[in-house]
């Protein structure tokens, strides 16, 4: 069964940080594009930061690059996010995130149940 476990979120002050970990099983982690993504209620899920399976050139939205940083770790099926810098507008639940393009087009992505950020005095 594919699963996407996150942890690491909770309650923090403006300017602190949180790491958060997504440990994947149930399919070949090396192989897959991986993501974080945040939501608030009302609002579509944003990007937060990418990296290629290779673990190489990351990418940011304005909104989080310089504050945040993807890593991953493939021989432990985890992906890392580490927020800096936090501000109140960080707050959302954040999601793991899997994706595989194949050929012809087909493609699987896969997404975990998520975890609160609050970042509030």
């Known amino acids: 069964q594919v699963q996407l476990v996150e942890s690491g979120g909770g309650l923090v002050q403006p300017g602190g940080s949180l790491r958060l970990s997504c440990v994947a099983s149930?399919?070949?982690?090396?192989?897959?594009?991986m993501s974080w993504y945040r939501q608030v209620p009302g609002k579509e899920r944003e990007l937060v930061a990418a990296i290629p399976r290779t673990g190489g050139t990351t990418n940011y939205p304005d909104s989080t690059k310089g504050r945040f940083t993807i890593s991953r770790d493939n021989a432990k099926n985890t992906v890392y996010l580490q927020m800096n810098s936090l501000k109140p507008e960080d707050t959302a639940v954040y999601y793991c995130n899997a994706k595989l393009i194949g050929l012809y087009g087909s493609t699987r992505n896969y997404w975990g149940q998520g975890t609160q950020v609050t970042v509030s005095s």
């Open positions: 149930g399919f070949t982690f090396a192989a897959y594009a």
